[in-house]
């Protein structure tokens, strides 16, 4: 080959790779363009959203420590003023005086984070503000529900403590999705309890009295749904989801699921034992227990709980407002009686 023809193919390969560096580059702009785009509204709240994954502390001492460490950043309040959060909540503009004042100061400093925004901390008023720019604006319908909370109660002459407590112990919100899990009363009823729970659970084990002290206090106004949540550290609990949801087959959950629940112990000999006494056809339970289909009913539930990130049992929604762990019924009687009051 000469020398002209080995440089005019240098040439030649120099101007390829500068076409193509050119267009690399243009690539990477448009989609660093359209990246920064799609960040837009995330990037205007960088000074409000927070970097937790949990709310912070409400109070001084709340994490039982008593020292200087900060584990989580401080939740930075918004500064609208009663004007601007009567456009967001049309029912401020009857507030005047001390109730209005009331209200302005709750929509500012209530943390108001729900399912899009778990790993933030923004007030009422911002999460009003943001809804309508949201892509997806069903996860926060339930806002605009609690800021006319706040605005009723202030109208009564509640304290702002009484106003954060209305609010706050809704956080954080989840759709409800009960699906054709079990459950316990009316489908029509203002309000379900979603309960992710597992059997082998002793946390679990001791929530089941204070739920039968809510079914048994409110009656048909509640429906109650369980939701499977077996945990890998409990060798029973799949085993024992799996032969609930097979006695639910032949209409007999709750009974399975009482028994499961009563039992000082469970092995695979407690399990056939409960499908005796409470009289299922067992042969039939066999089988179910282990079909694909109720395999699937239950990591169709455990798929639900890793969605919305429960981690821990029990864990139960009211409404989709989340109360962790094995509450007493006053916990669930605060929530259920501000929801029923807000649909008066």
């Excluded at 203002?190 to 059997?199: A, F, L, M, Q």
């Excluded at 089988?287 to 029990?314: C, F, G, L, N, Q």
């Amino acid at each position: 080959m000469s020398q002209n023809a080995t440089i005019f193919g240098l040439l030649g390969f120099a101007v390829v790779l500068g076409g193509l560096g050119a267009y690399g580059g243009y690539t990477v702009g448009y989609n660093q363009a359209s990246l920064e785009a799609k960040v837009e509204l995330a990037a205007k709240d960088t000074q409000i959203a927070a970097a937790a994954a949990a709310p912070a502390p409400r109070s001084k001492g709340e994490d039982g420590g008593g020292g200087e460490k900060k584990e989580k950043p401080a939740f930075e309040p918004t500064t609208y003023t009663a004007e601007e959060l009567a456009a967001l909540v049309p029912e401020m503009a009857g507030l005047s005086g001390e109730a209005a004042t009331k209200a302005t100061y709750a929509l500012n400093n209530i943390v108001g984070s729900c399912v899009p925004c778990l790993d933030q901390q923004y007030s009422m008023g911002k999460c009003l503000e943001r809804a309508p720019k949201l892509l997806d604006k069903s996860m926060c319908a339930n806002m605009p529900t609690l800021a006319k909370r706040v605005v009723r109660l202030a109208k009564q002459a509640k304290s702002p403590d009484e106003l954060r407590t209305a609010a706050e112990f809704t956080q954080p919100w989840i759709p409800l999705d009960p699906g054709k899990s079990p459950s316990l009363g009316r489908v029509d009823a203002p309000i379900t309890i979603v309960e992710y729970s597992d059997y082998q659970c002793p946390y679990c084990k001791k929530a089941q009295p204070n739920i039968k002290a809510v079914e048994a206090k409110y009656g048909d106004k509640v429906r109650v749904v369980f939701m499977n949540q077996p945990l890998a550290m409990h060798k029973m609990a799949r085993p024992a989801a799996l032969a609930a949801m097979a006695a639910d087959k032949q209409g007999k959950f709750w009974e399975y699921h009482d028994a499961l629940f009563a039992s000082e112990g469970l092995d695979e000999a407690r399990l056939g034992a409960i499908a005796k006494e409470i009289g299922l056809n067992v042969a039939k339970w066999e089988t179910d227990r282990k079909s694909t289909e109720v395999d699937a009913a239950v990591a169709a539930d455990v798929a639900r709980a890793e969605k919305y990130k429960i981690t821990s049992t029990p864990t139960f929604f009211v409404n989709g407002y989340k109360v962790k762990g094995a509450q007493p019924p006053d916990v669930f009687a605060r929530i259920i009686d501000a929801e029923l009051a807000d649909r008066e």
